[in-house]
T-cell receptor, first 113, second 115 residues
Framework: DQQVKQNSPSLSVQEGRISILNCDYTNSMFDYFLWYKKYPAEGPTFLISISSIKDKNEDGRFTVFLNKSAKHLSLHIVPSQPGDSAVYFCAGVGGTSYGKLTFGQGTILTVHP | SAVISQKPSRDICQRGTSLTIQCQVDSQVTMMFWYRQQPGQSLTLIATANQGSEATYESGFVIDKFPISRPNLTFSTLTVSNMSPEDSSIYLC????????????FGQGTRLTVV
């Protein structure tokens, strides 16, 4: 049972354009969603999170949108930079399960100069 | 944020042996977590390491295979026992802000190859 799904294994965009990474979930108990970036040979780096009571959270070039009725969230990166090229994971966590994240499969983002 | 250091960063081990991975955090945390990322896969939670009590394991993971220690609020170890090539993965230590789900931080991971 895959509770968090990232259906696009990869995404390629041009530098300066928008990158949109998508994530779907099935577990209604999730009340926070987190996005991570991961470079090879490094641990995941926290990017941004959103509470289930919100529909948008913004931090610099990163914006996460949550559509709770559709159980869908997306991460927008504007403008995209070559240094953003990495694997992006979304994760859900619920209730008192502090720190116990359920991850999607990841999307490889490649930003071309 | 929290600074998390893992040792070793990588290792190549013979099947049938065991490897102990260390995780050190720069501040006291109530709960530490161990994840596994198999090749080409997502991150999967192995267990929660609680200070002063036994670790709590997720479905599919058992203490005999992945014994965990948590001697204090800044340190934990995960042992991968009686290794087989299927244990070849990246093992990651994680901590979260106490009482919140807004952020969780990861160490750099231990890349284990079993031959």
């Amino acid at each position: 049972d895959q509770q968090v799904k990232q259906n696009s294994p990869s995404l390629s965009v041009q530098e300066g354009r928008i990158s949109i990474l998508n994530c779907d979930y099935t577990n209604s108990m999730f009340d926070y969603f987190l996005w991570y970036k991961k470079y090879p040979a490094e641990g995941p780096t926290f990017l941004i999170s959103i509470s289930s009571i919100k529909d948008k959270n913004e931090d610099g070039r990163f914006t996460v949108f949550l559509n709770k009725s559709a159980k869908h969230l997306s991460l927008h990166i504007v403008p995209s930079q070559p240094g953003d090229s990495a694997v992006y994971f979304c994760a859900g966590v619920g209730g008192t399960s502090y720190g116990k994240l359920t991850f999607g499969q990841g999307t490889i983002l490649t930003v071309h100069p | 944020s929290a600074v998390i250091s893992q040792k070793p960063s990588r290792d190549i081990c013979q099947r049938g042996t065991s490897l102990t991975i260390q995780c050190q955090v720069d501040s006291q945390v109530t709960m530490m977590f161990w994840y596994r990322q198999q090749p080409g896969q997502s991150l999967t939670l192995i267990a929660t390491a609680n200070q002063g009590s036994e670790a709590t394991y997720e479905s599919g993971f058992v203490i005999d295979k992945f014994p965990i220690s948590r001697p204090n609020l800044t340190f934990s170890t995960l042992t991968v026992s009686n290794m087989s090539p299927e244990d070849s993965s990246i093992y990651l230590c994680s901590v979260s802000r106490t009482g919140t789900n807004t952020e969780a931080f990861f160490g750099q991971g231990t890349r284990l190859t079993v031959v």
